[in-house]
């Protein structure tokens, strides 16, 4: 654990490597995942306003992580207007998130999001656009995509079959990313209109 839900906020975690997955335990005892943080993103901004981290931060494989006390980057973005941006960005972008999630969308829209949206995240930081491995599991996927697990294996297997992705165990290979993004009615924010 990184930390734990209810765990007094002390500081802002930025991935150096590996994945982290960030879920909440709900009074019924079930996991509800919120996330799944790579490398160069932070994790514990949902706790700033409680000062109490509301969620659990787990390593999902060997994980490298740069801890950054609150009070220090709150002076510092005092000073560098650029810092302050950047917070507020990405809050925006954690909202922005959960709104999708929200919507009505049908399980292959929302995986093909979900796929995309990795995707797009790795190359970002410098990785293959179309080849990554699913550290998570994938009851984990499905959790975080508000589905049943079975869904997202009949997804991901209609996908194979109509050669929109490659699966080998964790290794996934997107065959045809212009169609996925299509299918998640992603294609324009991804650069792929026309």
């Not at 802002?12 to 709900?26: D, L, N, P, S």
């Not at 929200?102 to 293959?128: C, E, K, N, V």
Request: aromatic fraction near 8%.
């Amino acid at each position: 654990h990184v930390f734990r839900q209810g765990d007094p906020f002390d500081a802002i975690c930025a991935v150096r490597a590996g994945m982290v997955k960030t879920f909440t335990v709900g009074r019924d005892g079930r996991e509800q995942v919120l996330g799944f943080h790579l490398p160069g993103e932070l994790i514990g901004l949902n706790a700033i306003d409680d000062q109490r981290y509301p969620c659990n931060a787990v390593a999902l494989n060997t994980v490298a992580l740069c801890r950054f006390s609150f009070s220090g980057i709150a002076q510092l973005a005092t000073r560098l207007p650029a810092l302050q941006q950047l917070l507020f960005r990405l809050l925006s972008r954690d909202i922005g998130t959960a709104e999708r999630l929200g919507g009505d969308w049908t399980a292959d829209q929302r995986l093909a999001a979900f796929l995309i949206g990795l995707s797009r995240r790795l190359q970002a930081r410098g990785f293959a656009r179309d080849r990554f491995e699913l550290t998570m599991a994938r009851t984990d996927i499905a959790n975080y995509l508000r589905l049943a697990p079975e869904t997202v294996s009949r997804v991901l297997k209609r996908f194979q079959d109509e050669r929109l992705v490659q699966v080998r165990r964790r290794d996934l290979r997107l065959t045809d990313v212009e169609r996925l993004a299509e299918l998640a009615l992603l294609a324009e924010s991804y650069g792929m209109e026309g």
